[in-house]
């Protein structure tokens, strides 16, 4: 079958090989569109010149099996209005919408719509879409790698919850700033089941500002079968207005405790009434005198931040992020 997609590559990064690798995958010839200059300027404003576009395109498809054509054009639908042996277009989420005019001006012209295969974005170490007027920019290289510090907004001043995100995200990322904001959750002071999540969400939502990502971290009461446990949420946001979320481990509260919490108390006031201990966010916590300082506070929101970040980490399996 014939595949193909076109583009102006203006500098040839891992989102132009992701397109090119989907088309090799389904296809077993291959027809590459490549701007013009003309076109190019048109659309992009500053482009490189089409030798040096064309020569960064052609040495990549050198490495690829079956056979490819590179083919200049001055029109979006060049050549792909009229082709009766085409069998699929490879488009991204920007050029699906182009792709189905073609398929109009195919129909007009009585031919047979092609088969749209759409690839996702490919996102840089930001969780915004690597694209070459970034690379040119200086704000990533063509791997999507970051030329300068994440900048991670956390809804929180307090310390405990500020360190276990840096703790996280310095095991991955290189340079990296984390900030904490004083937010406001919006929901109970003491949050109970659904309101720990939304609690979560609320808090990144409102830190994340101009940074890269907002973070909030809520923990909450969850009422179970065999009791009342605490289950820590965090949600990250990014600028494309995407959340992942995750929570770390729940724990059950002994019987004294729940009983006040469900009678009203903050688990924090049925803490310190009980044992008189502090549970302020601020110091070991609960889970610190429960645990006999096996864990401490800063250890169990590490758990609950790793979480929320398992679908970035990993971001090429998750294709809805």
């Given amino acids: 079958m014939k595949v193909g997609l076109g583009g102006t590559f203006n500098v040839l990064h891992r989102g132009h090989r992701a397109l090119l690798d989907r088309a090799f995958e389904i296809g077993d010839e291959v027809l590459v569109g490549i701007t013009s200059d003309a076109m190019a300027s048109r659309s992009r404003g500053h482009a490189r010149p089409l030798d040096e576009r064309r020569a960064a395109l052609e040495g990549y498809l050198g490495t690829k099996p079956g056979k490819w054509a590179v083919v200049v054009i001055d029109r979006p639908d060049a050549y792909l209005d ?10 991204s989420p920007e050029t699906r919408s182009t792709a189905e005019d073609i398929n109009k001006a195919r129909a007009a012209r009585g031919l047979e719509p092609v088969r749209l295969v759409e ?5 840089a ?3 915004l879409p690597i694209a070459a007027h970034r690379v040119l920019a200086g704000e990533i290289d063509a791997e999507g790698r970051l030329l300068r510090p994440l900048v991670v907004n956390v809804g929180s001043l307090n310390p405990v919850k500020v360190r276990a995100v840096r703790n996280v995200l310095s095991e991955l990322y290189d340079s990296l700033e984390v900030h904490g904001t004083e937010v406001r959750s919006r929901v109970p002071e003491q949050p109970r089941g659904e ?3 939304r609690g979560a969400m609320n808090r990144a939502a409102q830190a994340i500002g101009g ?5 909030g971290l809520e923990a909450g009461v969850f009422e179970t079968p065999d009791g009342l446990y605490d289950v820590q949420y965090c ?5 494309r207005g995407r959340y992942s979320i995750g929570h ?8 004294a405790v729940a009983e006040r919490v469900r009678g009203g108390m903050t688990v924090g006031a049925a803490v310190r009434e009980l044992y008189g201990k502090e549970r302020d966010g601020r110091k070991d916590g609960a889970i610190g005198y429960l645990t006999q300082g096996v864990m401490d506070r800063t250890e169990l929101a590490e758990q609950a931040v790793t979480a929320a970040m398992v ?3 990993r971001k090429e399996l998750y294709t809805d992020l």
């Fill in 248 to 255: 770390g481990m729940g724990f059950r509260y002994p019987t």
């Fill in 195 to 197: 309101e720990t999540r």
């Fill in 235 to 239: 949600a990250v946001l990014d600028r």
């Fill in 211 to 215: 940074a890269d990502l907002g973070i």
């Fill in 125 to 127: 170490d930001d969780f």
């Fill in 82 to 91: 009229s082709m009766t042996d085409l069998g699929a277009l490879i488009v």
């Fill in 119 to 123: 690839v996702p974005h490919v996102l």
């Fill in 311 to 313: 679908p970035r980490i």
